[in-house]
């Protein structure tokens, strides 16, 4: 963890060079402010039929650590909403979702 999962409808989808460079981007706001060990960070993406919102919805679930503080989380979706800005053009929805240690059942 934490893994992101950004939401493109399936039309604005960017150029595959553009998703590289956001999930270099998004790998370094995880290592850089959540202080993710690089092997544990998932990012993926999935293109979408639109059917109401914005153009692109990210969710980012993390687990909840003492450094993970409210102001940090502030920080890093502000960074990863300016990543995704340059990126595909587009504003997102971001939704974090931080979860407990002992609330996590994981394999691989």
Do not use: W
Request: proline share 6%; charged share 20%; hydrophobic share 40%.
């Amino acid at each position: 963890m934490p893994n992101i999962t950004i939401y493109i409808s399936a039309e604005a989808m960017p150029p595959d060079h553009a998703l590289a460079e956001l999930t270099e981007q998004c790998s370094r706001l995880c290592v850089e402010t959540l202080k993710a060990a690089l092997q544990n960070v998932h990012i993926i993406y999935v293109a979408v039929r639109q059917g109401r919102g914005l153009p692109v919805f990210t969710e980012v679930r993390y687990r909840l650590e003492p450094f993970r503080t409210p102001p940090v989380m502030e920080a890093f979706m502000d960074k990863l909403d300016e990543a995704i800005r340059h990126a595909t053009g587009l504003t997102a929805r971001i939704r974090c979702f931080g979860h407990t240690g002992s609330t996590l059942h994981a394999r691989n």
